[in-house]
């Protein structure tokens, strides 16, 4: 089955993957490291938002990807897809050395996990149907 939605989102993704490395880099050679973050703060807030990102979208774009092959609903798949895009943008605003509860923050892993569990039900509804 070839994919039509979900290749969208995941290409969409990769570019703001890119983004977020190229700051990781940035930031490095700009302190002089080659890994972690020495003392650096700022790079140390940098890290976290490439690897929060690297940790999450795969798997959310393996089961994205899953539930559009299943059959999932076009629409819920442009949801689930839209929801993980703008919730990976909104994180590293809401990301702060000093409060961990901002609310871009909050709205932003809500909406992650919101569109994994939206790709799941499409994935179980496809299956049990």
Do not use: W
């Not at 070839?2 to 969208?8: E, R, S």
């Not at 895009?85 to 590293?92: E, F, G, K």
Request: without cysteine.
């Amino acid at each position: 089955m070839l994919l039509q939605i979900a290749p969208l989102y995941a290409a969409i993704l990769a570019v703001i993957f890119l983004v977020y490395t190229m700051r990781v880099i940035k930031a490095r050679s700009a302190a002089g490291l080659s890994i972690l973050h020495g003392d650096d703060m700022d790079l140390a807030l940098k890290v976290r938002i490439h690897a929060n990102f690297a940790e999450f979208v795969p798997i959310a774009l393996i089961v994205l990807m899953l539930a559009e092959m299943s059959g999932g609903n076009g629409l819920a798949v442009h949801i689930a897809g839209a929801m993980l895009v703008a919730s990976r943008i909104l994180i590293p605003f809401g990301m702060d050395l000093n409060r961990f509860d901002h609310p871009l923050r909050i709205i932003g892993n809500l909406g992650t996990h919101i569109s994994i569990v939206i790709s799941v039900v499409l994935i179980g509804i496809a299956q049990f149907s």
